[in-house]
């Protein structure tokens, strides 16, 4: 499997652009080696900075343009998403996604995925309200009808879209678009791309490496990757759109606290070896689901039969750790189980070290074609045996109806 192809640049980051990423998630973002320093940088506390005069191209003066101790956290995100420039982070998920849906003019037009994440969908319809954005949804692993709708199809005047916007798998159904096919055909129609990869993380696909404009994360899920931070990230290799997001950052204000961004960092240290655990549970997971007899159906781009299997398999280095479970007796059953787990987390969000599971449809926004009964299991990094035992003693538990579950 191949995630992208790499840039020729013989360095990346002052690092050999050879390192694999789960190399780059340890060594990137590290301070200089003198004698006498640290190996992990300093959190520097300070809202601004002695300036006076004319303050040159680079220098920190305010901390909402800038602050040192958000440096080497986007030095080493860039490196992973083998970026020319480094990431920019954000105060939120949603203010990277703001960021990069400020780049359709008003009067635009976003063509997205029907299945994504619901407020990142809410936003571009918000947009619609007061810029006159429209947006067109669509099933993202339907290439052809995505690069026809990227094209004008159905859209008033024929108009082509601005910007397509990508999320591979999507969230929560987890279909796998045909990305590099998508860049190149939205790229032909005149559209930017916007690719969200926070699910594959960028140990499982690198999507400017097939030439999308920018790269949105919600660091809050795998790249922190312990529940306890709340960041956002975007990339670009665009020296442009880098300008206009930075501006958009500074200008909204949409700006991330050092002790989170430092927090994250050394989150991302193990990245790789979380992702590597999180992945072979949730895979061994799926392939025993698939034959409970408490279960309806299961999605994860690893089992041979999903339908995106093998799309997955021939772009993605690993098929996530996102489950999508649907247990026998409707939402009532879903809900069962979830009320009936006991080291399974009943909450929203994602990507930590521990296995959480909810209910999609119980948010309002969530888009009816996604089943009422669809549990999203977000798979840590526990033991699997116990992982197992506790969800398939609730999917059992639930089918009785009723009592909690006492054991």
Known sequence: MSAAPEPASSTHHGLPSALSPATLAV????????????????????????????????????????????????EALGALERSVHPALVFGSGMAAIAAAMSLVPPGGRIVLPRHAYNVATSYAQDLGRRSQVTTTFV??????????????KGAPGGTPASMLWIESPTNPMLEVADVPALVAGAHAAGALVAVDNTFATPLGQRPLGWGADVVVHSVTKYLAGHSDVVLGAALTDDPELHARLHGYRTLHGAIAGPTEVWLALRGLRTLALRV??????????????????????????????????????ASMDGFGSIVGLRPLGGAAGADAVVAAV???????????????????????????????DLLRLSVGIEDVEDLWADLSAALVHAQGAGEPRTS
């Open 342 to 372: 006991r080291l399974w987390v009943p909450a929203t969000s994602l990507g930590g070290v521990e296995s959480s599971l909810e209910r999609r449809r119980r948010f309002p926004g969530e888009p009816t074609s996604v089943p009422e």
């Open 139 to 152: 099933d993202v692993a339907d290439t052809e009808a995505v690069l026809a709708a990227v094209r004008g």
């Open 27 to 74: 060594a990137a973002g590290r301070p200089p080696r003198v004698q006498g320093g640290p190996v992990n940088p300093p959190v520097v506390l300070s809202s601004t900075y002695v300036s006076q005069g004319e303050v040159p191209p680079g220098q920190l003066f305010y901390a909402r343009a800038g602050t040192e101790t958000w440096h080497p956290f986007e």
């Open 276 to 313: 590597e655990r999180s992945q072979t549970n949730a895979a061994e997971l799926a392939r025993r689901l698939v034959d409970h007899p408490a279960v309806a159906a299961v999605r994860h781009p690893g089992l041979p039969d999903d339908p995106g299997h093998a799309r997955a398999a």
